[in-house]
């Protein structure tokens, strides 16, 4: 079971946590009360799919596995606050809603999973036996418990859905599908483009009136204080070795063998003479991390010998670096990648031990160059008192209040925007910049002229036309600035205008496997069964 949270994690995270966290409001989930805050009880209803009910608790129970999940992969807690900000709340309430209708259309197939199965497999695991092979229930009550299930039905209900997507799948590998899901709707679907008219607010720009007395300050200081630290700080010494000189020959029968091994898979489809070239960089990149090791046997010798890492970089005509007291980040100081890099490591180095040598990794820097590090002494994170940290405290404070300002202005023109106002007016009464968007499946959003998207465009796919967004620019260094976009026009992809593209995706979706035709899938269920979202929590 670990393994899948593995694999879900891989594609979950990637996709929707790192890429991107959307706009943030005031909001706490409280634990297993889920939705209580807003006045919804734990059984009610979240949404309402087909003839199926998934209540507040379904929904609280998915996203504590979600949690489970980056703790398993990633070593990392997510508050409650980034999961309700983020969207996450909303994305995995879309995959509830995508099991739910596989599992009423693998009803309607004859397709299904029996309890006294499921409990049959359960009793099968291994990390559930003990050792002479009977079931331990105690084990098994220590694995939900440990793994975000509530109760022993959960996790069975959980393991029966599995298993029930894996019969689908398997009907879906055998074509099975394809009566059931028109390839031209698909088509449709998978290359619709969206447009979009957006108004830009910073929060940066709201107004900060408020001058906070002493007491206000002491007070947020007090609520806040993990955040006025004086960072670790970290004294080291390296040596960097260059590979610039080092003479490696490759022999053209190595290079001709290592092609020749792995022309059908590595190299496919690439030209013989530039396939030997990336086999030739390999090959002298290997070369050289072999000479690399035993430079680094004989630094280790010396200095076990008692020289000096500056003396031992000046007999091997290597840089020498002596840094101290440096952060992990600073942003007062400039510092080029090289040395952030470097510093990175010596930020991963154990104290007192001189570091295997490690090849420092930045992009575009050639020839490579090799490190070893010694780490002479660091000073853990220290809390700052309140007039240390005045000048920090006061600008937090602020960006408090303008966070709380802008939230409060999105949500006005949001209810503004409900009531029938013109999206163009309310722009224009507060004075917000617009920019256009265009968005489709396969690429990201493109950047304006003055800002890079950082995420995604799936926000703006799950809303209707004239529907309304709420997204997260990321401005380079500047900060956060959202963009409440409006949908105006969304075209969907015709089959008959590109009928060379078409046959390439009905090729493309006859061979995929079947885990990834269940997002196809899942988009044509939602155009036959009747989905009803509980709009007093999610209001788009």
């Known amino acids: 079971m670990i393994e899948f ?14 890429g991107f966290l959307a706009i943030s409001f005031a909001f706490m989930w409280g634990g297993q009360e889920g939705l209580r805050m807003m006045g919804i009880s734990r059984d009610a209803t979240v949404a309402k799919v087909g003839s199926e009910i ?7 129970l998915a996203i504590e596995r979600f949690r489970v999940m980056l703790r398993v992969n990633a070593g990392q807690d997510i508050s409650d606050k980034d999961i309700r900000s983020s969207g996450l709340d909303r994305q995995i309430l879309d995959t509830l809603v995508s099991d739910s209708l596989v599992r009423q259309e693998a009803t309607k197939l004859g397709i299904a999973v029996s309890d006294d199965y499921v409990v049959a497999q359960l009793k099968t695991q291994k990390s559930f036996l003990r050792p002479d092979g009977s079931f331990s229930k105690e084990a098994f009550i220590r694995f939900i418990n440990n793994y975000g299930f509530g109760m022993e039905k959960d996790y069975i209900a959980f393991l029966k859905s599995d298993i029930l997507k894996n ?24 290359k619709q483009v969206r447009f979009a008219t957006a108004m830009l607010i910073d929060p940066k720009k709201a107004k900060f009136t408020t001058t906070p007395s002493e007491g206000d300050l002491r007070e947020f200081y007090g609520k806040n204080q993990r955040q006025f630290l004086a960072p670790e700080r970290r004294t080291f010494k390296a040596i960097i070795v260059s590979s610039k000189d080092m003479d490696v020959s490759i022999s053209e029968n190595d290079v001709k063998t290592i092609y020749d091994l ?5 190299y496919q489809g690439m030209k013989e003479d530039k396939a030997k070239i990336l086999v030739r960089a390999q090959l002298r990149h290997d070369a050289v991390q072999e000479l690399m090791l035993a430079r680094a046997n004989k630094i280790q010798e010396s200095f076990e010998e008692g020289a000096s890492l500056k003396n031992i970089a000046s007999k091997s005509k290597a840089e020498f670096v002596d840094l101290l007291e440096v952060t992990l980040q600073d942003k007062k100081s400039e510092r080029s990648t090289f040395d952030q890099v470097l510093i990175e490591m010596a930020f991963a180095a154990e104290e007192g031990d001189l570091s295997p040598l490690e090849e420092v990794v930045v992009p575009g820097d050639l020839p490579a160059k090799y490190a ?24 937090a404070y602020k960006a408090q ?10 949500q006005k023109i949001e209810t503004s925007l409900r009531g029938g106002a013109n999206f163009t007016v309310i722009a224009k009464q507060y004075a917000l910049k617009t920019v256009s968007l265009r968005a489709d499946r396969q690429k990201m959003l493109p950047p304006t002229p003055a800002f890079m998207l950082k995420m995604q465009p799936n926000r703006l796919f799950v809303v209707p036309h004239k529907g309304y967004a709420l997204l997260q620019y990321v401005r380079e260094g500047h900060g956060v600035v959202y963009a409440l976009a409006q949908i105006t026009d969304i ?48 209001t788009n």
């Open 5 to 18: 949270f593995r694999r879900a994690s891989g594609s979950i995270i990637a996709r929707i946590f790192f």
């Open 491 to 538: 075209k969907n992809g015709n089959a008959g205008k590109n009928p060379k593209e078409f046959k390439f995706f009905k090729d493309h979706l006859q061979a995929q496997s079947a885990n990834d035709m269940f997002q196809l899938l899942t988009a044509d269920l939602l155009s036959r069964y009747k989905v009803e979202i509980n709009k007093k929590y999610f």
């Open 262 to 266: 792995e022309r059908t898979k590595k």
């Open 401 to 410: 209040e303008q966070q709380k300002n802008t939230f409060e202005m999105i």
């Open 372 to 395: 070893v590090i010694y780490v002479e002494d660091r000073k853990d994170p220290k809390q700052l008192s309140l007039s240390d940290a005045k000048h920090e405290v006061m600008e």
């Open 167 to 190: 019969r689908v799948a398997r009907v879906l590998s055998l074509n099975a599908s394809l009566p059931l899901v028109s390839e031209k709707p698909l088509f449709a679907w998978d």
């Open 54 to 60: 998934i209540s507040n608790r379904d929904l609280v």
